[in-house]
């Protein structure tokens, strides 16, 4: 980035010393020569050479202000009857800046050209062809200068919006990647560190293998949805990888692990958008793990069905009354983070569904969405 400003600086200092010494190009040897005339007659040849020296000067700073050039070359052009600085300063006053009221401006360097070229004793002194020319050489090329400031206008508005969006674009998919990488990486990690203490606490073989094979599976199981989430990050046109077929199987961990928990599963294999049926996925596994962490002897109700044009999914957790005299279910440690559902309603959202979480009245805790089957905009 600092090279390429580094050269685009360069490459403006070049043309600006170009303009300058084509300044003194016009200006100086017409001077030394004796074929330069003022409007008021005959002036001396060191004050024509000082002002063409100074014109020449502003063109090196026209793009930071254009006052010095159009003053001098307006000088210029009455003491020396040279009017090239004239033409290049009026089209620098509106294609670099965007002065108020330019076209008065223009209008009054129109004016002095006009007299300029009329009075010059080596041209016609047709008042028509004078007008044209004045018009031509100096309102048209300041006309141009704001066609000009326009279209670089323009050009950075759209290289800062497509800045803008890259970012916008780069931030959602990184929140996107965090979704992901929580959800499956939280879920394994809960389910193994919870079979761990319960293989600790077991003094059965039987049981300790059971547990350790089931540690075993559920982390080759992580590493394949991360293998997947990395495929699709990888594919502009991936999959997402669980969809709502998988909550039997989430259920069924989580029975293995000791939850009671009543599933109705009532949803088309394969009849939900993909999206929609990732969001049911995730919702159920982020509901199952907070019970794991929050409440592993409460009674879990998961919910996952079709009404009319939504699908409704939710995971609601009650005390039961049942282990009231103790727990007997090991809690699954909390990692901390907070993450989850906030993910979980950036899903819903993403999905145009809405999104509910929080107590019960009988002292549980709920975790629901219903997300339409098809856009509202489709």
Request: with cysteine.
């Amino acid at each position: 980035m600092w090279r390429k400003w580094a050269s685009i600086r360069h490459r403006t200092w070049f043309v600006d010393a170009a303009l300058a010494a084509a300044v003194i190009a016009f200006t100086i040897p017409t001077t030394l020569i004796g074929y330069s005339f003022s409007l008021w007659g005959g002036t001396p040849g060191g004050p024509e050479i000082a002002i063409g020296v100074i014109t020449a000067a502003t063109m090196l700073v026209r793009r930071r202000t254009p006052w010095p050039a159009i003053v001098a070359s307006a000088a210029c052009a009455c003491a020396a009857g040279q009017v090239v600085p004239m033409i290049l300063a009026v089209f620098s006053m509106t294609a670099e800046h965007r002065v108020r009221r330019w076209q008065y401006v223009a209008l009054a360097l129109t004016v002095i050209y006009f007299a300029v070229d009329y009075v010059n004793p080596h041209t016609d002194h047709s008042v028509y062809l004078n007008i044209v020319r004045a018009l031509t050489l100096i309102y048209l090329p300041a006309v141009v200068g704001t066609w000009v400031y326009a279209y670089r206008r323009l050009i950075r508005d759209l290289r800062v919006g497509v800045r803008e969006r890259e970012e916008v674009a780069a931030s959602e998919e990184r929140r996107k990647i965090a979704r992901e990488m929580h959800d499956t990486v939280t879920h394994a990690v809960t389910t193994m560190v919870l079979n761990a203490g319960m293989a600790r606490d077991t003094i059965e073989p039987g049981e300790i293998r059971d547990l350790t094979a089931a540690i075993e599976d559920k982390g080759v199981q992580a590493l394949g949805e991360l293998r997947e989430l990395l495929t699709v990050l990888r594919r502009e046109d991936g999959d997402l990888a669980e969809g709502s077929e998988a909550i039997v199987r989430l259920v069924g961990e989580a029975r293995a692990g000791g939850l009671q928990i009543d599933l109705r599963l009532d949803v088309p294999p394969g009849g939900l958008p993909r999206q929609v049926s990732h969001a049911c996925y995730r919702l159920v596994q982020e509901g199952l793990s907070n019970v794991r962490k929050h409440a592993p002897d409460s009674r879990v109700q998961v919910t996952c069905e079709v009404t009319g044009d939504q699908v409704a999914v939710s995971v609601v957790d009650t005390p039961n009354p049942a282990h009231a005299g103790g727990r007997t279910v090991r809690a699954a440690p909390s990692l901390g983070g907070g993450y989850g559902l906030a993910g979980i309603r950036e899903r819903v959202c993403l999905a145009q569904g809405r999104f509910v979480s929080g107590p019960t009245p009988e002292g549980g805790f709920v975790l629901a969405a219903r997300l339409p089957l098809r856009r509202p905009d489709g």
